[in-house]
């Protein structure tokens, strides 16, 4: 019984991967039905990650980790969405973001906000060895290791970049997770679902980090209309606007989210978000 809670770091590292593969097993199947708009995944949403746009309770605990004279690195910043609040309090914050549209929106909210100390690259992470940026006081990955298929690299560099703490922002499943229930109604199969908050902490846990963590509750989302549900859920399930697949969902969505008002009350994306953060060792 002891290696289903005392994992090794090998058998950690391992099993949170093999969670990986398996989703990406099941959804490449069904990519090629919702193709990337200019073969940027991002690019239709992008603007949904604009700050301000969602919550940021976590946004606190990064501020309090962060000293004036500090320089951060935010791997996959997405919008700007927490690289700008650390903006506020850090010395320079380098965001590390491959998406075009993304780098997009975090300018101009730069611009709209007056921060001008955050700098963005283009650079998938973990980089190859010529690309590696100097390092930095702090690093933040926020909402981009669930499908980390190489998790124990991908922490590896964030560390070596390192100089004083490591901070991770996970929530206790991944946001693109869909109802379980619905996938195997429209495909027939058991969700292979992506790690979230849990089995990034037990990596933790076995690789030996000591690590501190604080929780966000997450508001449940409002009632809305049918056609909303339907378009704010197609993307979970890979379906392209249109077609027998997309009425199948509408049927189950409201089978199973149908309030007596005829609105939908669709479930959390997720029940709570965390902090997590640590110090590299030396």
Known sequence: MDGLLRPTADEAFGAYEALVAANREQVERLRELQPPSNGDFWADRAPRFRPGEMDAPEAEALIALARPDDAWLDIGAGG????????????????????????????????????TNVEAIELRWPPPPSRAPEPVDGTLAANVLYDAHDLREFLEAMEAATRRVCAVILSDRAPSTPDAAIWEGLYGEPLHALPGLREFLAVLGAWGRRFDVRTYPVAPSA?????????????????????????????????????????????????????VWWEPPR
């Open 223 to 275: 009632p809305m209309e049918l056609d909303r549900a339907v378009e704010d859920s197609r993307w979970r399930y890979w379906i392209a606007r249109g077609g027998e697949q997309e009425t199948r969902l509408g049927e189950l969505l409201r089978e199973r989210y149908a309030l007596p008002s005829g609105l939908l009350q669709l479930p959390p994306r997720r029940n709570y978000s965390a902090v």
């Open 80 to 115: 700007g969405r927490f690289a700008l609040p650390l903006a506020k309090a850090a010395r320079r914050v380098i965001a590390v973001e491959p998406s075009e549209a993304m780098r997009a929106v975090m300018a101009e909210s730069a611009t709209s906000a007056g921060v």
